[in-house]
């Protein structure tokens, strides 16, 4: 702050006396203050005459202490501004650098081969029937509009848990359910898997943990990359990004596969 309300040529700051040196050293380690208080008030405090302060203030280039306490205010206030917004642009762009990672690495965990084989799952299944539940619902139905634009596939989005259950149940042999699942321990999910692998019935699960129940039982895993820093830590609210990018590539392939 020093450098930008006293930067004082040298030749001015010797033509000073020594009273004035003394307040304007006193400004300067009184700053916060400054900015409310009046030329008495300084003056009292300082120990110094009204005249000596607008004659300093004349010096150093203001046309007198209201338009020096103007300035003050206008500086301080810019500079905590810039301040803060530098540090919030930095925390934005670690924002950005943290999804560009998980995007870049999701990619980097993908099969092309794996994509194929989901791909011609998928053309072949007679019906499709996607299940996601909280915050992957939103992926979930995407892929299951997608699905029914291209080509005018027989799917069937799923997300309250009940119906979750029974459907896995009465899925046939020559149809496919996907599962949408951030962390794959969705309870009515890892049930319905079950249900379907007892019966051989070909399973896709997107994910961002291979360890998890789901990840274990299907029969095709897509493994997404999650970070570990949260914006929302008190919530389960964690992006989704990587199981969209994975969701992404599986219709991107199915539409050049099939057109």
Do not use: W
């Not at 004659?55 to 280039?61: C, N, Q, S, T």
């Not at 650098?97 to 299944?125: C, F, M, P, R, Y």
């Not at 042999?173 to 321990?185: C, D, K, P, Q, T």
């Amino acid at each position: 702050m020093s450098n930008i309300l006293f930067d004082i040529p040298a030749n001015t700051y010797k033509t000073l006396s020594e009273t004035e040196k003394y307040l304007l050293e006193y400004i300067h380690n009184h700053l916060d203050e400054i900015s409310s208080m009046s030329i008495v008030k300084l003056s009292e405090h300082a120990n110094v005459s009204t005249a000596t302060i607008v004659r300093l203030m004349k010096k150093i280039g203001y046309d007198g202490y209201t338009s020096f306490k103007y300035s003050l205010k206008e500086k301080v206030k810019l500079s905590d501004e810039n301040n803060e917004m530098e540090n919030i642009d930095q925390k934005i762009k670690q924002a950005i650098q943290k999804n560009e990672h998980e995007v870049s690495k999701t990619i980097q965990l993908q099969s092309i081969g794996q994509i194929e084989d989901a791909v011609q799952k998928i053309h072949d299944a007679e019906k499709i029937f996607v299940f996601g539940r909280g915050f992957s619902e939103m992926i979930a139905k995407e892929m299951t509009i997608k699905l029914q634009l291209m080509g005018g596939k027989n799917c069937e989005e799923h997300t309250d848990p009940n119906i979750i259950r029974i459907k896995s149940r009465s899925i046939q042999a020559n149809e496919i359910a996907i599962f949408v699942s951030l962390n794959g321990e969705t309870e009515e999910l890892v049930e319905a898997c079950k249900n379907l692998n007892i019966r051989q019935i070909t399973t896709i699960t997107l994910t961002t943990r291979m360890e998890s129940s789901l990840g274990q039982m299907s029969e095709m895993t897509f493994v997404g990359y999650k970070g570990t820093q949260s914006y929302f830590p008190d919530y389960e609210v964690r992006s989704r990004l990587p199981l969209s990018v994975i969701s992404r590539i599986l219709l991107d392939a199915y539409a050049i596969r099939m057109l």
